[in-house]
């Protein structure tokens, strides 16, 4: 499961590929501006979850030089291509979860009331 912060820059990372069928050149730059301010990256953090993103399987990153500044050529892999749909499922979990919350919680407290009020 991933982490804000490397989700953050997956969504970058897959709107930028999402356009170009699969495949884009980004500058590290452009990440790092795109982020949202509270998950703000340097260039050491950016190339660490780069790095994570790749092993765990969602691209195929290779690092270049253009205009002396470096790029990324990302190449997204099927696990990559299904990100948007693990967003989707992560959101349907996390309501499901807080909704089952609330049930138990109800069940428990009219059990407490309906043993209280026995005894």
Not at 92 to 108: K, T
Request: hydrophobic share 45%; charged share 25%; aromatic share 8%.
């Amino acid at each position: 499961m991933l982490n804000q912060r490397e989700v953050s820059v997956m969504k970058v990372v897959f709107d930028a590929c999402k356009k170009n069928n699969g495949t884009c050149i980004v500058a590290n730059n452009f990440v790092l501006q795109s982020v949202p301010e509270k998950h703000k990256l340097d260039n050491v953090k950016l190339d660490v979850i780069l790095k994570q993103l790749e092993y765990d399987g969602y691209f195929e990153c290779t690092k270049s030089q253009k205009d002396g500044a470096t790029v990324n050529v990302i190449a997204l892999k099927q696990k990559g291509k299904a990100f948007e749909r693990e967003l989707v499922q992560r959101k349907r979990e996390l309501v499901s979860s807080a909704l089952w919350r609330v049930i138990f919680a109800a069940v428990g407290a009219v059990v407490a009331l309906v043993i209280q009020r026995v005894f």
